[in-house]
Protein backbone atom coordinates (compact mmCIF):
# COMPACT_ATOMS: atom_id res chain seq x y z
CA UNK A 1 0.00 0.00 0.00
CA UNK A 2 2.73 2.55 0.87
CA UNK A 3 4.69 1.58 -2.65
CA UNK A 4 1.10 2.30 -4.21
CA UNK A 5 0.57 6.23 -2.52
CA UNK A 6 4.69 6.62 -3.52
CA UNK A 7 3.47 6.66 -7.02
CA UNK A 8 0.02 8.42 -6.47
CA UNK A 9 2.61 10.96 -4.72
CA UNK A 10 5.12 10.89 -7.63
CA UNK A 11 2.31 11.79 -10.28
CA UNK A 12 0.78 14.83 -8.08
CA UNK A 13 4.24 15.94 -7.90
CA UNK A 14 4.49 15.69 -11.35
CA UNK A 15 1.50 17.95 -12.10
CA UNK A 16 2.49 20.13 -9.35
CA UNK A 17 5.76 21.04 -10.91
CA UNK A 18 3.88 21.47 -14.45
CA UNK A 19 1.37 23.87 -12.95
CA UNK A 20 4.57 25.90 -10.94
CA UNK A 21 5.85 26.27 -14.15
CA UNK A 22 3.46 26.85 -16.24
CA UNK A 23 2.42 30.20 -13.62
CA UNK A 24 5.81 31.05 -13.74
CA UNK A 25 5.23 31.82 -18.10
CA UNK A 26 2.04 33.50 -17.23
CA UNK A 27 3.92 35.73 -14.82
CA UNK A 28 6.68 36.39 -17.60
CA UNK A 29 3.60 36.84 -20.19
CA UNK A 30 2.15 39.29 -17.87
CA UNK A 31 5.61 41.15 -18.41
CA UNK A 32 5.78 41.07 -21.99
CA UNK A 33 3.82 44.04 -22.53
CA UNK A 34 6.36 45.45 -25.18
CA UNK A 35 7.70 42.48 -26.61
CA UNK A 36 3.87 41.31 -27.78
CA UNK A 37 3.87 44.49 -29.51
CA UNK A 38 7.13 43.59 -31.40
CA UNK A 39 8.58 40.95 -33.27
CA UNK A 40 11.56 40.10 -31.83
CA UNK A 41 13.88 36.58 -30.89
CA UNK A 42 12.61 37.13 -27.20
CA UNK A 43 9.43 36.90 -27.95
CA UNK A 44 9.43 34.05 -30.26
CA UNK A 45 11.30 32.64 -27.31
CA UNK A 46 9.06 33.13 -24.77
CA UNK A 47 6.28 31.77 -26.81
CA UNK A 48 8.25 28.32 -27.37
CA UNK A 49 8.64 28.02 -23.44
CA UNK A 50 5.06 28.86 -23.02
CA UNK A 51 4.05 25.80 -25.57
CA UNK A 52 6.66 23.57 -23.59
CA UNK A 53 4.43 24.79 -20.24
CA UNK A 54 0.80 23.61 -22.37
CA UNK A 55 2.79 20.01 -22.98
CA UNK A 56 3.55 19.33 -19.79
CA UNK A 57 0.45 20.42 -18.42
CA UNK A 58 -1.24 18.14 -20.92
CA UNK A 59 1.18 15.23 -20.52
CA UNK A 60 0.99 15.79 -16.40
CA UNK A 61 -3.14 15.86 -16.59
CA UNK A 62 -3.25 12.79 -18.52
CA UNK A 63 -1.31 10.76 -16.72
CA UNK A 64 -3.33 12.08 -13.24
CA UNK A 65 -6.82 11.75 -15.06
CA UNK A 66 -6.09 8.34 -16.44
CA UNK A 67 -4.07 6.72 -13.64
CA UNK A 68 -4.97 8.05 -9.94
CA UNK A 69 -8.13 6.52 -8.09
CA UNK A 70 -10.23 7.10 -6.39
CA UNK A 71 -11.07 10.07 -8.31
CA UNK A 72 -10.49 12.71 -4.89
CA UNK A 73 -6.82 11.28 -5.02
CA UNK A 74 -6.54 12.94 -8.88
CA UNK A 75 -8.81 15.75 -7.22
CA UNK A 76 -6.16 16.95 -4.62
CA UNK A 77 -4.01 16.65 -7.24
CA UNK A 78 -5.27 19.05 -9.64
CA UNK A 79 -6.23 21.53 -6.84
CA UNK A 80 -2.41 21.33 -5.75
CA UNK A 81 -1.53 22.02 -9.16
CA UNK A 82 -3.80 25.19 -8.77
CA UNK A 83 -2.06 26.42 -6.01
CA UNK A 84 1.24 25.58 -7.73
CA UNK A 85 0.00 27.91 -10.47
CA UNK A 86 -0.50 30.86 -8.55
CA UNK A 87 2.79 30.64 -6.57
CA UNK A 88 4.60 30.52 -9.64
CA UNK A 89 2.67 33.36 -10.73
CA UNK A 90 3.94 35.63 -8.00
CA UNK A 91 0.70 37.16 -7.76
CA UNK A 92 -2.50 36.64 -6.38
CA UNK A 93 -5.57 39.12 -7.43
CA UNK A 94 -9.29 38.58 -7.93
CA UNK A 95 -8.63 38.21 -11.73
CA UNK A 96 -6.27 35.36 -11.21
CA UNK A 97 -8.14 33.70 -8.52
CA UNK A 98 -11.59 34.16 -10.97
CA UNK A 99 -8.98 31.49 -13.77
CA UNK A 100 -7.37 29.35 -11.93
CA UNK A 101 -10.77 28.47 -10.37
CA UNK A 102 -11.87 27.90 -14.08
CA UNK A 103 -9.07 25.55 -14.85
CA UNK A 104 -9.40 23.53 -11.98
CA UNK A 105 -13.67 23.61 -12.98
CA UNK A 106 -12.69 21.96 -16.19
CA UNK A 107 -9.55 19.96 -14.72
CA UNK A 108 -12.21 18.44 -12.45
CA UNK A 109 -14.85 18.02 -15.41
CA UNK A 110 -12.33 16.57 -17.44
CA UNK A 111 -11.19 14.16 -14.68
CA UNK A 112 -14.59 12.62 -14.20
CA UNK A 113 -14.86 12.17 -18.29
CA UNK A 114 -12.08 10.69 -18.71
CA UNK A 115 -12.37 7.87 -15.51
CA UNK A 116 -16.03 7.36 -17.31
CA UNK A 117 -14.68 6.58 -20.65
CA UNK A 118 -11.67 4.20 -19.90
CA UNK A 119 -14.47 2.78 -17.27
CA UNK A 120 -16.80 2.51 -20.77
CA UNK A 121 -14.16 0.63 -22.81
CA UNK A 122 -13.02 -2.74 -23.43
CA UNK A 123 -9.28 -1.88 -23.61
CA UNK A 124 -7.42 0.89 -22.29
CA UNK A 125 -6.52 4.04 -24.87
CA UNK A 126 -4.62 7.03 -24.90
CA UNK A 127 -7.35 7.99 -27.07
CA UNK A 128 -10.22 9.61 -24.71
CA UNK A 129 -7.30 11.01 -22.20
CA UNK A 130 -6.09 12.82 -25.22
CA UNK A 131 -9.51 13.91 -26.77
CA UNK A 132 -10.85 15.35 -23.77
CA UNK A 133 -8.09 17.73 -23.74
CA UNK A 134 -9.20 19.93 -25.76
CA UNK A 135 -11.90 22.48 -23.88
CA UNK A 136 -8.52 21.66 -20.83
CA UNK A 137 -6.26 23.45 -23.03
CA UNK A 138 -8.79 26.23 -24.44
CA UNK A 139 -8.71 27.06 -20.81
CA UNK A 140 -4.79 27.07 -20.29
CA UNK A 141 -5.18 29.45 -23.36
CA UNK A 142 -7.25 31.66 -21.70
CA UNK A 143 -5.44 31.64 -18.55
CA UNK A 144 -2.35 32.88 -20.26
CA UNK A 145 -4.58 35.83 -22.45
CA UNK A 146 -6.06 36.78 -19.46
CA UNK A 147 -2.65 37.10 -17.84
CA UNK A 148 -1.71 39.34 -20.64
CA UNK A 149 -5.02 41.43 -20.39
CA UNK A 150 -4.75 42.22 -17.02
CA UNK A 151 -1.52 43.33 -17.06
CA UNK A 152 -1.87 45.50 -20.39
CA UNK A 153 -5.33 47.18 -18.87
CA UNK A 154 -3.11 48.19 -15.79
CA UNK A 155 0.07 49.46 -18.01
CA UNK A 156 -2.48 51.86 -20.43
CA UNK A 157 -4.48 52.96 -17.50
CA UNK A 158 -1.03 53.91 -15.39
CA UNK A 159 1.39 55.50 -18.45
CA UNK A 160 -1.52 55.14 -21.78
CA UNK A 161 -1.31 53.68 -24.85
CA UNK A 162 1.98 54.28 -26.92
CA UNK A 163 2.87 53.53 -30.67
CA UNK A 164 4.87 50.55 -31.17
CA UNK A 165 8.33 52.00 -31.74
CA UNK A 166 9.54 48.82 -33.43
CA UNK A 167 6.97 49.57 -36.23
CA UNK A 168 7.31 53.18 -36.42
CA UNK A 169 11.28 52.89 -36.72
CA UNK A 170 10.89 49.92 -39.66
CA UNK A 171 8.63 52.23 -41.50
CA UNK A 172 10.68 55.50 -40.24
CA UNK A 173 13.85 53.73 -42.30
CA UNK A 174 12.08 53.13 -45.48
CA UNK A 175 11.14 56.65 -46.05
CA UNK A 176 14.37 57.91 -45.02
CA UNK A 177 16.33 55.13 -47.78
CA UNK A 178 13.58 57.08 -50.01
CA UNK A 179 14.72 60.34 -49.56
CA UNK A 180 18.44 59.65 -49.31
CA UNK A 181 17.90 58.23 -53.13
CA UNK A 182 16.07 61.66 -53.91
CA UNK A 183 17.45 64.14 -51.97
CA UNK A 184 20.97 66.06 -52.99
CA UNK A 185 24.08 64.68 -50.38
CA UNK A 186 24.19 68.57 -49.05
CA UNK A 187 20.44 68.75 -48.47
CA UNK A 188 19.77 65.14 -47.38
CA UNK A 189 20.86 65.13 -43.37
CA UNK A 190 18.65 68.07 -42.85
CA UNK A 191 16.18 66.89 -44.81
CA UNK A 192 15.61 63.27 -43.22
CA UNK A 193 16.09 65.74 -39.44
CA UNK A 194 13.39 67.49 -40.70
CA UNK A 195 10.82 64.33 -41.76
CA UNK A 196 11.84 62.64 -38.08
CA UNK A 197 10.45 65.40 -36.30
CA UNK A 198 7.12 65.97 -38.90
CA UNK A 199 6.93 62.14 -39.05
CA UNK A 200 6.77 61.68 -35.32
CA UNK A 201 4.65 64.25 -34.81
CA UNK A 202 2.38 63.09 -37.39
CA UNK A 203 2.54 59.59 -35.49
CA UNK A 204 1.78 61.25 -31.95
CA UNK A 205 -1.14 63.68 -33.05
CA UNK A 206 -2.96 60.49 -34.87
CA UNK A 207 -2.62 58.19 -31.88
CA UNK A 208 -3.68 60.98 -29.49
CA UNK A 209 -6.57 61.89 -31.65
CA UNK A 210 -7.70 58.75 -33.39
CA UNK A 211 -6.68 55.78 -30.36
CA UNK A 212 -6.75 57.52 -27.04
CA UNK A 213 -10.25 57.33 -27.12
CA UNK A 214 -10.05 53.60 -27.37
CA UNK A 215 -7.27 52.80 -24.96
CA UNK A 216 -9.90 50.40 -23.08
CA UNK A 217 -10.17 48.21 -25.84
CA UNK A 218 -6.79 47.72 -27.15
CA UNK A 219 -6.71 44.89 -24.25
CA UNK A 220 -9.01 42.98 -25.44
CA UNK A 221 -7.77 43.64 -29.15
CA UNK A 222 -4.06 42.37 -28.33
CA UNK A 223 -5.66 39.14 -26.23
CA UNK A 224 -7.09 38.49 -29.44
CA UNK A 225 -4.70 39.08 -31.94
CA UNK A 226 -2.43 35.87 -29.31
CA UNK A 227 -5.37 33.68 -28.86
CA UNK A 228 -5.85 32.37 -32.05
CA UNK A 229 -2.93 31.89 -33.13
CA UNK A 230 -2.25 30.22 -29.89
CA UNK A 231 -5.00 27.83 -30.73
CA UNK A 232 -3.92 27.45 -33.68
CA UNK A 233 -0.71 26.06 -33.06
CA UNK A 234 -1.71 23.84 -30.43
CA UNK A 235 -4.46 21.58 -32.38
CA UNK A 236 -1.60 21.16 -34.98
CA UNK A 237 0.72 19.99 -32.04
CA UNK A 238 -1.29 18.67 -30.04
CA UNK A 239 -0.35 15.04 -31.20
CA UNK A 240 2.98 15.18 -29.69
CA UNK A 241 1.30 15.40 -25.70
CA UNK A 242 -0.57 12.11 -27.14
CA UNK A 243 2.48 10.57 -28.46
CA UNK A 244 4.04 11.51 -25.36
CA UNK A 245 1.81 10.09 -23.24
CA UNK A 246 1.60 6.64 -25.16
CA UNK A 247 5.40 6.25 -24.81
CA UNK A 248 5.49 7.33 -20.55
CA UNK A 249 2.30 4.79 -20.34
CA UNK A 250 4.50 1.83 -22.34
CA UNK A 251 7.78 2.97 -20.16
CA UNK A 252 5.45 2.61 -16.69
CA UNK A 253 4.13 -1.01 -17.68
CA UNK A 254 7.77 -1.97 -18.53
CA UNK A 255 9.15 -0.94 -15.38
CA UNK A 256 6.36 -2.57 -13.55
CA UNK A 257 5.20 0.83 -12.17
CA UNK A 258 1.28 0.22 -13.73
CA UNK A 259 -0.14 -2.75 -15.12
CA UNK A 260 -2.99 -3.94 -17.58
CA UNK A 261 -5.73 -6.31 -15.38
CA UNK A 262 -8.32 -7.71 -16.84
CA UNK A 263 -12.35 -7.58 -15.20
CA UNK A 264 -15.45 -9.35 -15.77
CA UNK A 265 -18.53 -7.70 -15.82
CA UNK A 266 -22.49 -8.32 -16.04
CA UNK A 267 -24.15 -7.18 -18.74
CA UNK A 268 -27.45 -6.34 -18.41
CA UNK A 269 -29.88 -6.52 -21.85
CA UNK A 270 -33.77 -6.51 -22.58
CA UNK A 271 -35.30 -9.25 -24.71
CA UNK A 272 -38.50 -10.65 -25.55
CA UNK A 273 -38.66 -13.52 -23.25
Not at 116 to 140: A, W
Amino acid sequence: MSNKWLKFTFFTILLIGAGYFFGTICKQIGQAYDLILSSSRELLYLLLWLLVALGGIMVAAGLVAALLRPLWIGIIAFILSGLAMLLGWRQVTIGNGIMILGYLLVAFFYTFMVARELNERIRFSVRPISEGQNILLIVLILVICGSLYFSCAAHIEQEGFAPPQFYIKMFMEQMEKQIEARVPAKERQEVITQFRKEFQRTVDEFFKSTVKPYEKYIPLAIIAVLFMPLVTVTRLLVWIPTLLMSIIFSLLKAMGTVKLISETREVQRLVIS
